[in-house]
């Protein structure tokens, strides 16, 4: 611990004493934040905003109230898997300065994808805090490993012993998802396999260091984030006016998560709404399916995303001060 974050202060000394530096690090602050603001006014002119608002009022007040505490348990709890990586790498940041950091790339990234939400958010803000980059990158390869072990669970459970009937053109079967499930199960199981009996804990890939954690922590990453998936799944059943049965929209849900990163649209943009009207518009109308999709991407993304928004400036208009008044 001692050794990286010493030598940090060192380093930023030496940065400080190039008289090109600190120009450098502005335009680079201000590139970062032009994109984001790029990429914030080009997700706003893609969403159908009187849409939005009009699926919103067709709902009943007691759904939307239900959906919005789902919601709201699903950031909570996935801004605990930043946590995770502080056990793992040793780093003495307060729970809710890591919380916070956790919640804003979070809402950034499911709205403006990896790179720049889970990634670049992270590196900033865990930057402004003294992290060195190894450390940041653990915490990042954590929480990412935790969201999709739960992935592996869930779908692994769902596809292998409820699989569902695909469109023809997806070129695969009910059969072909069940083996799917099972694979993804076995990759799982793997996973703790290693956590539990493997005597290496550490690999290193492209110069970074890879750690196993221990089995225990392992349960914890699986419990966590699979309970994050159905609580997702959970808004979209309750906004879908439960007329849908909630193993249905579980599955879907999931097929529509991967087919988001397949295609690496931001927010997944029109790839949620495909795969539930190709899946589910035998079961339900496909503009009431489309009504409950648009509110859910109000409650769980625009909303987040909104407020993530907000906190993100105070901390930047916080940091700023702070340095105008350091000598």
Known sequence: MTGPRSARPAARAGLRSRPWWPWARRALNLLFLAVVAYLLVSLAKNVEWEEVLASIRRLPSILLAAAALLAMGSYALYSCFDLLGRHMTGHQLATG??????????????????????????????????????????????????????????????????PFPLPEEWKLDAGGLRWLGWLLCAIALAYLFLCARSRRRTWTLRGHELHLPSLRLALLQFAMSSLNWLLIAGIIYLLLDRKIPYPAILGVY???AIAGVITHIPAGLGVLEATFVALLSHRLASSELLAGLLAFRAIYYLIPLVVGTIVYLLIEVRAKKLANSSP
């Open 97 to 162: 300065e890591v919380m916070t950091i956790n919640f804003i790339s979070y809402a950034f990234n499911i709205n403006l994808g990896s790179l720049i939400g889970g990634v670049a958010f992270r590196f900033r803000l865990y930057s402004r805090h003294g992290l060195d980059n190894e450390t940041i990158t653990r915490v990042v390869a954590m929480s990412i490993l935790t969201n999709w072990l739960g992935y592996l669970a869930v779908a692994g459970l769902v596809f292998a012993l409820a």
């Open 254 to 256: 999931l097929v529509a």
